[in-house]
Nanobody, 125 residues
């Protein structure tokens, strides 16, 4: 059974930074980050291929967030800079068994097989 554990959430003032981590058990996957704000649908944030060679971002976070993974490729990070109140949400990491990776593919929840329980990020103005 594959398990994902997120960490690194918290409260920060607008303009500040946080780094989220997602540890995966078992093996390397194409992985993504999603977020869900109150009364809104879960939305795509960023994704990274199993090799770390390809990354994809939602337009709303381009230039501010960076997704990466360690050399062992089992831990994925989301570095969040220049945070805005609009970034406030529960952030989830996800992993997919699919080997095919494109921005359009990995931006959709339906392709992911495993999900973490989420970590809260709150940005105050």
């Amino acid at each position: 059974q594959v398990q994902l554990v997120e960490s690194g959430g918290g409260m920060v003032q607008a303009g500040g930074s946080l780094r989220l981590s997602c540890a995966a058990s078992g093996r390397t996957f194409n992985m993504g980050w999603f977020r869900q704000a109150p009364e809104k649908e879960r939305e795509f944030v960023a994704a990274i291929s199993w090799s770390g060679g390809n990354t994809y971002y939602a337009d709303s976070v381009k230039g501010r967030f960076t997704i990466s993974r360690d050399n062992a490729k089992i831990t994925v990070y989301l570095q969040m800079n220049s945070l805005k109140p609009e970034d406030t949400a529960v952030y989830y990491c996800a992993a997919t068994e699919a080997t095919y990776s494109t921005g359009s593919t990995l931006s959709h929840e339906v392709v992911y097989d495993y999900w973490g329980q989420g970590t809260q990020v709150t940005v105050s103005s």
